[in-house]
């Protein structure tokens, strides 16, 4: 008789839910662009993610590494399945533990996780200098963002470079003058004791020499500058 009632009372358990909820199967999520690998490397500061997704109407990402978040954007391709994007913002130098969380219902409740490693160069402005010295020079970057895309700069490794004079936003590029440079951190330099040169600071550097392109903010003179990133272009030939 004991073991008939223990047995009814676990049936009846059962019944109402003890032995788990399967009324919401658990979502999926796959990290596939830029790569299915576990790691992935740019010298880009920002990069879009994306992949497949199923059972969950929400995206969330998260740089472990800079403590940034962002939200994802799903579309669904059929009743369940879809695919999903995002821009995980805010790229440091270095590693950058990125975590994709599908999540069901918005609320934590019933989520599925994925991540990808994404790792910058430690120092992203060594890879914009043109050559060791002027002497050694054979090309040099332009704005294209620029008042008339006319404004230039070259980066030597020694702190020396060469820049049109004028403001970068509201100006004509002037006369090619020299100047020092000093760094303000991994992705940013300062140009020093120059006050006519078109480029005052350039920070938020991305990309490279050999990429033949890098973006990044710049402030000119009089200390105007704008938060967009301006894109930068190489070119042949000494400035």
């Given amino acids: 008789m004991r073991l008939l009632i223990l047995l009814v009372f676990s049936i009846i358990i059962a019944a109402c839910g003890g032995g788990g909820d399967d009324s919401s199967p658990k979502p999926t999520i796959s990290i596939e662009s830029p790569t299915s690998e576990p790691t992935y490397s740019t010298t880009a500061s920002s990069v879009i993610i ?90 040099y970057w332009t704005d294209m963002h620029s008042f008339n895309a006319s404004h230039s700069i070259a980066i030597f490794e020694d702190g020396t470079g060469t820049s049109t004079t004028g403001n970068v936003l509201s100006e004509d590029a002037g006369a090619t003058v020299t100047f020092s440079w000093s760094t303000l951190g991994p992705d940013a330099i300062q140009i020093n004791n120059c006050p006519t ?41 000494v400035l």
Avoid: K
């Fill in 197 to 237: 040169c078109s480029f005052q600071q350039i920070t938020r550097i991305s990309g490279s020499l050999v990429e033949e392109q890098f973006l990044g903010q710049v402030e000119t003179v009089n200390g105007d500058g704008e938060v967009a990133l301006h894109a930068f272009f190489l070119n042949s030939g």
């Fill in 50 to 139: 994306g992949g497949r997704i199923s059972g969950a109407s929400f995206v969330h990402i998260f740089n472990t590494t800079a403590g940034s978040s962002a939200e994802g954007y799903v579309n669904y391709i059929s009743p369940g399945i879809g695919t999903w994007f995002a821009d995980p913002l805010g790229l440091v130098p270095g590693d950058n533990l990125i975590t994709a969380t599908a999540d069901q219902y918005g609320d934590g409740s019933n989520t599925a996780v994925d991540s990808i490693l994404i790792i910058r160069p430690l120092l992203p402005y060594t890879l914009i200098t043109n050559a060791a010295n002027s002497a050694s020079a054979s090309n």
